[in-house]
C-alpha cells in the first residue's frame, strides 16, 4: 500500500449545516433530514402506515420475523419510529429486521445531536447510540431487545449493499432464494439531488428481493420513480402526501414485472461463476437443533438459536463445557489489523467489531463481573522490522479510527500498559480479554438449551428427514438440524471427514504476578501474549506447534513462554533466568485452522457429489456449469477459528442461525461464500488436485 493509497475501509461521513432546532441539513445534497417537529409524524405517515405494518405485525406469530429494507438510515429516525410501533404491536417472539444502506452515516455526535428531537424515542435512541458502530465500510449488525431487533446497516455504496443480499451472481439463479424484504422504505435524498438511490439498476434490485407480499413507500411522487417501479412488477398507488402534494406506494406482484433484468454483481467478474453454493433442495430446518461441541462454536451457536425460540440440544463429550482449545483462563478479544482489502481482512474486521458490541451485550445482561471479563485493551507491539513499518500504515489507514485503533511509540505504549516498554505498537482500546469457560456457562444457561455432558457423539444419521445422533452403543436423540462444532472431532464423521483442517498445539502457561508485573493494565500482545493478573496469576501464551497432538504440558514450552515474553517485555520478569519452568503450571490444547485461516462455517456438502459435479473445472476453471451445489439437508458445521475464536464465533454463531431460521445474512455473500466448507474441494478441482 502506498502512502497515497486510500484505506479500504474508509467511509466519508455526512457533512451537515445544522438549521434552527437541531434540523440536519446534507450539505452534499442540499436537503434536510427530517422537518422540525413533524419529521416523526411523516415517517409514521408516510412509511409506517402505507406499508400498513401496524395491520401487519399484530398478525405475526411466535417465532415469525419480518424484513424491512431502507434506502437510507440517515438519523435513523424511521427506524426508532419501526422499532417503537413493533413493541407496541408485534407478538412478543416475533423478530424485526431492519436491512438499511448508507453511503455517508452520520458521526456518533451528529447522530446524538439529531436524534435530541425527539424525546419521545429517547429510550430507543440512547440504546442505537451505545451500540452505534465504528463507521466503516462494510456489513455493521446490530441487535436490541435480547435479539428481537436485528439492525443491518449496510455502510458504502446502497446498490452494492443491496446487491450482496441477493444468493449468488449466477445468470441462470439470478431470482433462487433470496433475502425476501417484506416492506420497502425508500427513503433517499429527492430524487433529483440522490440519482445514485433512484434509478431503474436500484429498482431491479428492489424487485429482486421482494415477494409477492412485499409493500413499499417512498415520500416521493416523481414520474420516473413511478414508472421505474412499475416496470419491475409493483403495482403503484398515489396518496396525498405529507409535506408534499403527492407520494407513492404499493404491492409488487412478479407476474406483473415487465422489466425482468435482474442485476448482476459487478465487482466479482474474475469469480468462477459456478452456482457451488447454491443448495440445489429447498431446506426445511424446523426448530429443534443439536449441537455437536460444547466450546466456543457449540455455545455461541446454542445461544444464538435459542434466542430465536429454537429448541437446542448441545452435545459435549467432556463432563462439562469448555474443556478443549476453548478452556484457557483467559481468552483474548482483538484482532489482526491490515492495510489492504483481502477476503481475510475484511472478515476479520467485520467479525471483531461485531464481536466488541456482543460481549458487551453479554456482560450486561448476565451482571459478568470483572473476574471474568475486562475490556482493558489490547496493545500490539511492533516486535520485528516488518511490523515496525506497518505501523505507519495502519496509521494512515485507520486515522480516522481512534476508537477502533491508535498507534503509539514505545512511550504512549508504557503509559497506556502501566509498565516500561520499548518498543512501538499498536494499541485496540476497546479490546480486552474474556473467560471462554464462563462464557460457555452462561451462553448456555438459556431455558431453551439442554446440556448432554460426558456423551460422545460417534455417528450422523438421516432418518425419515431427520437426524439421528449416535454413540458408541445406542442413540443419543434425532432432530431437525444438527451443527457440527467439535473442533478436530469434526473429522470423525462420514459427512464432513473430507474437510481440510488441521491441529495447531498451544501451550499457556500460568505465572504469579510480581510487584512489576501487577501494575500492568492491558493485555499485550507480541509473538505471544500476556494478559493483566486475574487473582495474581498472568496468562501468558501460547506457544504454536502444527499437527502436533499431544496436550501433555512441557516444561520446555514453558519456558518458550517466557523467552519470548522476556525479549519483547523484559521489564515484566526481572528475575526470568530465577524462574524455574518445570515448577510452573497451564494447559495445553488443540487450536483448529484451515489452509486459507478462515473459519470453515455453513452447510456441508456431498463431497463425492461435488467430485462428479463439478468435474469439468479440472479441464477448464471457467466451465459452463449451471448445477447447483449437493448439500446436506439441515446440516452444518461451525470450525477451525484457530486462534481467535473469541473474536469470531459470535459473528459465525449468527450466520448459521440466520440460515436455519431463512433470515437476512449478517455478513454479505461474497464472505459467505469464502467461508462455506465446499470452497476447498472447489479450489482443488481447478487445481486438478482431486
Not at 425527539?118 to 430507543?124: G, N, S, T
Not at 436490541?144 to 455504496?157: A, E, M, N, V
Not at 483448529?592 to 463439478?614: A, M, R
Request: with cysteine; charged share 20%.
Amino acid at each position: 500500500m502506498t502512502k497515497s493509497s486510500p484505506s479500504p475501509y474508509h467511509l466519508d461521513t455526512a457533512q451537515l449545516n445544522w438549521q434552527q432546532g437541531n434540523v440536519p441539513e446534507a450539505k452534499d445534497f442540499g436537503d434536510i433530514y427530517f422537518l422540525l417537529q413533524q419529521g416523526l409524524e411523516e415517517s409514521r405517515y408516510v412509511f409506517l402506515q402505507h406499508n400498513q405494518l401496524q395491520q401487519r405485525w399484530q398478525q405475526l406469530k411466535a417465532f415469525e420475523h419480518f424484513s424491512i429494507g431502507e434506502t437510507g438510515f440517515g438519523t435513523g429516525l424511521n427506524f426508532l419510529a419501526a422499532w417503537q410501533l413493533w413493541q407496541q404491536t408485534a407478538h412478543q417472539q416475533a423478530y424485526l429486521h431492519f436491512v438499511s444502506v448508507e453511503k455517508h452515516p452520520l458521526s456518533y455526535h451528529d447522530l446524538e445531536r439529531a436524534l435530541s428531537a425527539w424525546p419521545e424515542l429517547a429510550k430507543y435512541a440512547e440504546q442505537l447510540l451505545a451500540h452505534y458502530p465504528v463507521l466503516t465500510a462494510g456489513y455493521h449488525l446490530l441487535k436490541f431487545d435480547q435479539g428481537r431487533i436485528s439492525l443491518h446497516l449496510l455502510l458504502g455504496d446502497g446498490i452494492e449493499g443491496f446487491e450482496q443480499l441477493r444468493s449468488n451472481d449466477h445468470p441462470q439463479w439470478m431470482t433462487h432464494s433470496h433475502t425476501t424484504i417484506d416492506a420497502w422504505f425508500l427513503d433517499g435524498f429527492a430524487p433529483a439531488k440522490n440519482p445514485d438511490l433512484w434509478n431503474d439498476r436500484l429498482y431491479a434490485l428492489i424487485a429482486d428481493l421482494s415477494g409477492p407480499s412485499t409493500t413499499l413507500a417512498t415520500f416521493t411522487a416523481v414520474s420516473s420513480v413511478r414508472r421505474g417501479l412499475s416496470l419491475q412488477g409493483f403495482e403503484i398507488q398515489k396518496d396525498k402526501g405529507f409535506r408534499k402534494r403527492e407520494m407513492l406506494f404499493g404491492q409488487f406482484n412478479p407476474d406483473s414485472r415487465v422489466d425482468n433484468k435482474t442485476i448482476a454483481d459487478k465487482s466479482n467478474n474474475k469469480q468462477i461463476n459456478v452456482p457451488w453454493y447454491l443448495q440445489k433442495n429447498s431446506v426445511n430446518s424446523g426448530r429443534r437443533v443439536a449441537i455437536i461441541g460444547g466450546g466456543l462454536a457449540g455455545a455461541n451457536c446454542a445461544y444464538a438459536l435459542a434466542r430465536r425460540g429454537c429448541k437446542v440440544t448441545l452435545v459435549e463429550r467432556e463432563k462439562q463445557l469448555a474443556l478443549g482449545a476453548s478452556g484457557n483462563p483467559q481468552g483474548m478479544l482483538y484482532t489482526k489489523l491490515s492495510t489492504e482489502a483481502g477476503t481475510l481482512n475484511q472478515f476479520t474486521l467485520s467479525s471483531y467489531l461485531y464481536a466488541l458490541r456482543f460481549y458487551r451485550l453479554w456482560q450486561q445482561e448476565y451482571d459478568i463481573s470483572a473476574e471474568h471479563v475486562d475490556f482493558c485493551g489490547v496493545l500490539q507491539l511492533a516486535t520485528n522490522a516488518k511490523e515496525q513499518r506497518l505501523v505507519p500504515l495502519i496509521q494512515q489507514a485507520f486515522a480516522n479510527y481512534p476508537e477502533l485503533v491508535q498507534c503509539v511509540d514505545q512511550y504512549q505504549a508504557s503509559e497506556l500498559a502501566g509498565i516500561d516498554i520499548q518498543l512501538p505498537g499498536w494499541f485496540f482500546p476497546k479490546a480486552g480479554w474474556v473467560s471462554p469457560v464462563h462464557l460457555c456457562q452462561s451462553l448456555c444457561s438459556h431455558p431453551n438449551i439442554e446440556l448432554i455432558n460426558h456423551q460422545a457423539v460417534i455417528k450422523l444419521e438421516q432418518q425419515d428427514q431427520q437426524w439421528q445422533l449416535s454413540g458408541d452403543d445406542r442413540p443419543i436423540l434425532q432432530t431437525d438440524s444438527v451443527i457440527i462444532a467439535n473442533s478436530r472431532d469434526a473429522l470423525q464423521f462420514e459427512q464432513s471427514q473430507s474437510i481440510p483442517a488441521r491441529a495447531i498445539r498451544g501451550q499457556i502457561t500460568l505465572l504469579e504476578s510480581s510487584t512489576i508485573s501487577s501494575q500492568l493494565k492491558t493485555v499485550i500482545c507480541h509473538e505471544g501474549y500476556v494478559t493483566p493478573a486475574i487473582n495474581n496469576v498472568h496468562n501468558l501464551g501460547a506457544t504454536f506447534d502444527n499437527g502436533d497432538t499431544d496436550t501433555a504440558i512441557r516444561s520446555e514450552d514453558h519456558q518458550r513462554n517466557l523467552d519470548s515474553l522476556q525479549k519483547s517485555v523484559p521489564s515484566l520478569l526481572s528475575n526470568h533466568k530465577a524462574i524455574a519452568a518445570n515448577k510452573l503450571s497451564g494447559r495445553a490444547g488443540l487450536r483448529t485452522t484451515s489452509p486459507d485461516y478462515l473459519p470453515i462455517v455453513g452447510p456441508l456438502h456431498h463431497q463425492q457429489q461435488f467430485l462428479q459435479d463439478y468435474a469439468l473445472l479440472r479441464k477448464n476453471a471457467h466451465s459452463d456449469i449451471i448445477t447447483p451445489g449437493s448439500y446436506y439437508p439441515n446440516l452444518y458445521i461451525n470450525i477451525a477459528h484457530g486462534s481467535r475464536g473469541l473474536t469470531s464465533t459470535p459473528l459465525c454463531s449468527e450466520l448459521i442461525a440466520a440460515m436455519i431460521c431463512a433470515e437476512p445474512l449478517p455478513l454479505p455473500r461474497h464472505l459467505v461464500r469464502a467461508l462455506n466448507p465446499a470452497r476447498f474441494v472447489i479450489r482443488d478441482l481447478i487445481r486438478n488436485k482431486v
